[in-house]
């Protein structure tokens, strides 16, 4: 009796975490490639790869490059750009949805992709649901039924929630990565933090959108998180700068006030202390990667 009490805990909160993670599918699209053949693919959102045939060689931009195998499966938590190779004459599926807004928390706590070895052979009822994906973005010609997206968007969802078991029973998961349905509460602060990087929080307001006192909440986000509620706001901000420097047109300064910095001199210095590089040499750098690997898969 105590051994089954002592158990409950973790597994309780794995199911609530793959009940918050409800993907809304936007589309799935099989390809077939010619050895030596590449694609690209773009998405604003969560999506997934699964290999039917042959190999492929996946380039994503802020992850290493992998070979995948017949059976491989590969989920991106969050908006993503990633090209494909094919290694020799292959088939694989590729699927988009939009990120539910109460799985972006916990997404967020995901590595930029999962690969889940040998999906295939690990759970082989999900390959015929996966097979049978046919959804907006189809084979051309693909005769599309009403329900469709409803009943593929379901399909999804088990697909990824079966993918991210494997990959948490495989011992792949960041630690920590199901604080945020365990902590409902400070769950709710980093959502908030998450969405507004750039109002100008303070400890005692994100104590409130937490419903704790300030000295219980900056001792619990402490104990959870490993470290405080101010570093991980200076860590998103960061992480978010990145992404404006990298993929939009907005002067340093612009990208300074906008994240909640009152001077574009005070951001740069806490950029390089979490980086060490300056904004404007992280933006070169990061581009010229980012041209390279595109020029290499085309």
């Known amino acids: 009796m105590t051994t089954t009490m002592l158990q409950a805990p973790p597994s309780d909160a794995f ?33 997934f790869v699964f290999v039917f045939r042959g190999g492929v060689r996946l380039s994503t931009l802020g992850a290493p490059v992998v070979d995948l195998a017949v059976g491989d499966l590969v989920f991106f938590p ?56 046919a959804c907006a973005w189809s084979l051309e010609g693909a005769r599309t039924r009403p329900g469709d997206a409803v009943i593929c968007s379901r399909i999804a969802t088990t697909i990824v929630s079966t993918a991210l078991r494997a990959w948490n029973e495989a ?55 490993g470290e405080t509620p101010i570093g991980y706001l200076t860590r998103v901000r960061i992480e978010t700068a990145k992404g404006l420097l990298l993929r939009s047109e907005l002067t340093i300064g612009a990208v300074a006030s906008g994240l909640g910095y009152e001077s574009q001199a005070g951001f740069s210095r806490a950029f390089q202390r979490h980086t060490g590089s300056t904004p404007g040499r992280w933006r070169a750098e990061a581009r010229s990667r980012s041209e390279r690997g595109m020029r290499a898969s085309s």
Not at 35 to 43: D, K, N, S, T, W
Not at 83 to 88: D, G, I
């Open 171 to 225: 011992g792949c998961a960041p630690a920590g990565w199901l604080r945020d349905v365990t902590e409902p509460q400070l769950a709710a602060a980093l959502e908030a933090l998450h969405q507004k990087p750039g109002d100008p929080w303070t400890l005692d307001e994100l104590a409130r959108v937490a419903r704790m006192s300030r000295s219980v909440f900056a001792a619990r986000f402490q104990e959870s998180v």
């Open 78 to 133: 969050r908006e993503h750009v990633s090209s494909v190779l094919a290694s020799v004459e292959a088939e694989f599926i590729d699927v988009g949805f939009e990120e539910a807004p109460q799985a972006q928390t916990a997404a967020e706590a995901l590595p930029a992709s999962l690969i889940v070895r040998d999906f295939a052979g690990q759970e082989p009822s999900m390959v015929a649901l996966i097979d049978g994906m």
């Open 15 to 47: 199911d609530r975490a793959l009940a918050s993670l409800e993907w809304t599918l936007i589309g799935s699209h099989r390809h077939r490639l010619a050895a030596g053949e590449p694609i690209v693919r773009r998405h604003a959102g969560p999506g």
